[in-house]
């Protein structure tokens, strides 16, 4: 089982004075359709709320219990946002910078601006003091959080695609290349949300479909 994520890198910064702290992570780079996804979550300084001990990474949990923290932590942070990059913008820029530009629209839609920001990752964001940690998700409790929020919002607007573009399962798979996912697409052609700079939706491509 996951080791839960700590507060040590929050608590570092909390004891330097800094109140407003930014988790921030994204979802949704992987799949072949619909938006790249991010959150950040600002948690109370020192927190001692039970549930955390149950935070992980959203890819460790189940989609009920990430359905149950998500209540929770979006009841007891101090602050959340969650901010999406379409999949226009996502061949445009590529998944590296659209995943950078939602978890920069995620900290711009905050009602504070964030005293420091830690972000998952290799890459600090511009415009604010930035520190990135590899696998945040996994070590860092406010990250493992912005990864619930993420993935969470993702998945619901998923299944929303799912009712306009049905035959794909987006429902079911959340646009990432499974088998059921590959076969509809070689069968219906690119949607309107694939990710066309994609190699296998770029490859699905073809005279006829949509």
Known sequence: MAVA?????????????????AGVDEAGRGPLAGPV????VVLPPFPSFPWLGQVRDSKALSPAAR????????????????????????????IGPASREAMCRALAALPQRPEAVLVDGRHPLPG?????????????ASIACASILAKEARDRLM??????????????HKG???PEHLAALARLGPSPVHRRSFAPVREAACPGHV
């Open 67 to 94: 359905g149950h923290l998500e209540a929770l932590i979006k009841a007891h942070a101090l602050a959340w946002a969650v901010a999406f990059v379409d999949c226009e913008a996502v061949d445009r820029l590529g």
């Open 37 to 40: 996804a991010a959150a950040a």
């Open 5 to 21: 994520p700590t507060l040590e890198k929050e608590e570092a910064l909390w004891r330097a004075g800094l109140r407003l702290v």
């Open 176 to 178: 990432y290349p499974t």
């Open 159 to 172: 299944h929303h695609l799912d009712t306009h573009y049905p035959g794909y399962g987006f429902a079911r």
């Open 128 to 140: 604010l003091p930035c520190q990135a940690v590899v696998d945040g998700d996994a070590v860092c």
